[in-house]
């Protein structure tokens, strides 16, 4: 699913039920990580759940390729909606993402708050700051 | 119990929405809410007694050194101890490390610290950070695979190590278990061991009577029990306590100071420098005379029957896994679903307004002995009805459909 298409679907929902059903089944369409990538270096730390997380660059297409996953449902619906953010945008153009914004748009921006501890601004920093190796 | 609607009708903080739902408080375990008397004390002080105690002859520092001094008394009349020994701390984390912290010149190389499997971090690290000062040992009384400290089991580990200091949790943060500390303290002291009983989950459900218990030292925390945060209680039998070594150093706690010496007041204020939290502890007088209006036994019945209410609910949730012991218990379970994630369940039931506690609990070794990361625990307390229950599993049931739809 694209960022565009998750934007869409989670505007159309009502009430707070209905929002988690579409996040969990965003997780649940997000493919899970081989066991050999769960690495200790892959983990995302300030997580209550385990989170993983690699960010590569296609040598060719010069487009950022995410994986990652998390050992609970509502983080790894969270994570899919952050992965779609990034994946295939070019190094520059991630860096002007405002991932906070765009939680804030969607109406989620509670769950980027550090002390509910689901680590989503955890792996948003996580990102940027390897982006910003990459480039 | 005394008309438990009306006495809801005390607790400010219970009567507000969560995500559009009236919030149902299963989280007593961490923090007790408070009632109206306790808010209106700390206002009182600060509107209108303020003033700092043991240092005024002006009258705002007379009425405050008195009401301060009060509430140790009444403390000292609930827990059926002197006032005297009953020291003002932070909270019981601080009163664990006052007491480890002093024992570092009594123990040797090869001395054996005891505590047990189910303790809470606060009764395990500053036991742990002793032996290593030390080079004593941390040894651990076993739980059974439901979590359960076995009484036997423990007396036959207390026999086999004969410890030179024995801590042990009066209940189980994470399970509620009450464990039979009288018993263990009484084997524990057999062997010339210095016990210590951690009462921050206990207190509130069984206000211990300290004397029968015959425990050296046991610590609890305000703010699990009606009171302020900020407030701890050290209680400690007299000799062991004066004997003990300052923790801390300032104002307040000095006989005479000059560059070259200075000598110490006796307890319990060499163990009280600088000025306290005087706000907290009238707040925490208040919660007493609260707790004093209410009769134990029909408290206890009250909790008791709703805990087996709860217990009775959850069981036939099929896929729900309890943990701990269900029979002795202060009103607190720890569960699984199937194998879900504690995280998901808790979010999801807060989006219901239900508050409960998920994750580890500060028990990490207990997990680990249960092979778990993590449960969703529900913290009962007297101000809780039938209805939080039913909201509760109601909630949890709407959860498992949203999770498993």
């Given at each position: 699913m694209t960022y565009q298409e998750i934007y869409n679907t989670l505007s159309n929902t009502s009430g707070w039920q209905q929002s988690y059903r579409e996040i969990m089944l965003l997780g649940k369409q997000l493919p899970a990580l081989p066991?050999?990538?769960?690495?200790e270096q892959a983990k995302v730390t300030g997580c209550e759940s385990n989170v993983w997380l690699h960010i590569e660059l296609d040598?060719?297409?010069q487009n950022l390729l995410l994986v990652g996953d998390s050992d609970t449902r509502i983080v790894k619906g969270l994570l899919a909606i952050v992965l779609a953010m990034y994946n295939g945008k070019t190094p520059t153009e991630a860096k002007q993402i405002d991932a906070y914004q765009e939680f804030e748009s969607l109406g989620?921006?509670?769950?980027?708050?550090?002390?509910?501890?689901?680590?989503i601004k955890a792996i948003v920093d996580k990102i940027q700051k390897q982006i910003a190796q990459l480039t | 119990m005394s008309d438990i609607a009306q006495l809801r009708k005390?607790?400010?903080?219970?009567k507000q929405t969560i995500e559009g739902h009236p919030l149902v408080y299963l989280d007593s375990g961490a923090t007790s809410q408070k009632p109206q008397a306790v808010i209106d004390a700390i206002n009182l002080f600060y509107t209108k007694n303020n003033a700092n105690v043991?240092?005024?002859?002006h009258t705002l520092s007379e009425i405050a050194t008195t009401e301060y001094e009060n509430v140790r008394e009444k403390l000292a009349h609930f827990l059926n101890v002197?006032?005297?020994?009953c020291v003002w701390t932070s909270g019981a984390t601080q009163s664990i490390n006052l007491v480890a912290a002093g024992l570092t010149s009594q123990l040797n190389a090869g001395d054996v610290i005891l505590i047990s499997a189910l303790e809470h971090h606060a009764n395990i690290v500053p036991w742990q950070q002793l032996a290593a000062r030390t080079g004593a040992r941390l040894e651990v009384i076993p739980i059974n695979e439901l979590g359960v400290v076995e009484p036997d089991v423990a007396l036959a580990t207390i026999k086999k190590w004969q410890p030179k200091v024995f801590a042990c949790s009066?209940?189980?943060?994470?399970?509620?278990n009450i464990q039979d500390v009288q018993t263990f303290v009484a084997q524990a002291k057999q062997f010339g061991a210095i016990t210590l009983v951690d009462g921050a989950q206990a207190f509130l459900h069984l206000r211990p009577d300290l004397r029968q218990l015959d425990c050296d030292f046991y610590v609890l925390s305000a703010h699990k029990a009606l009171g302020p945060t900020g407030l701890g209680i050290l209680y400690g039998k007299y000799a062991l306590l004066n004997a003990l070594p300052v923790y801390q150093t300032g104002g307040?706690?000095?006989?005479h100071v000059s560059f070259e010496k200075t000598t110490f007041r006796d307890a319990p204020a060499k163990f009280e420098p600088g000025t306290p939290n005087i706000s907290a502890v009238l707040g925490f007088g208040a919660a007493l005379d609260y707790l004093n209006a209410i009769d134990f036994q029909q408290m206890h019945q009250y909790e008791q029957a709703l805990f087996v209410y709860l217990v009775e609910q959850l069981s036939v949730i099929e896929g729900v896994r309890l943990y701990g012991d269900?029979?002795?218990?202060?009103?607190t379970v720890s569960f699984s679903y199937k194998s879900e994630h504690h995280y998901d369940l808790a979010m999801l039931l807060n989006s219901y307004g239900v508050a409960v506690r998920s994750g580890h609990h500060c028990t990490q070794p207990l997990m680990q002995a249960l092979n778990l990361n993590g449960t969703i625990r529900v913290s009962l307390a007297f101000y809780n009805n039938k209805d939080d229950i039913d909201c509760f599993i109601s909630a949890l049931q709407n959860s498992i459909e949203l999770i498993e739809g």
């Open positions: 066991e050999v990538l769960k690495t040598e060719q297409q989620l921006i509670k769950h980027l708050s550090p002390s509910r501890g689901n680590g | 005390d607790f400010p903080t219970l043991h240092r005024g002859l002197n006032a005297t020994e009066h209940a189980s943060n994470t399970l509620g307040e706690m000095i006989q269900l029979v002795n218990n202060i009103g």
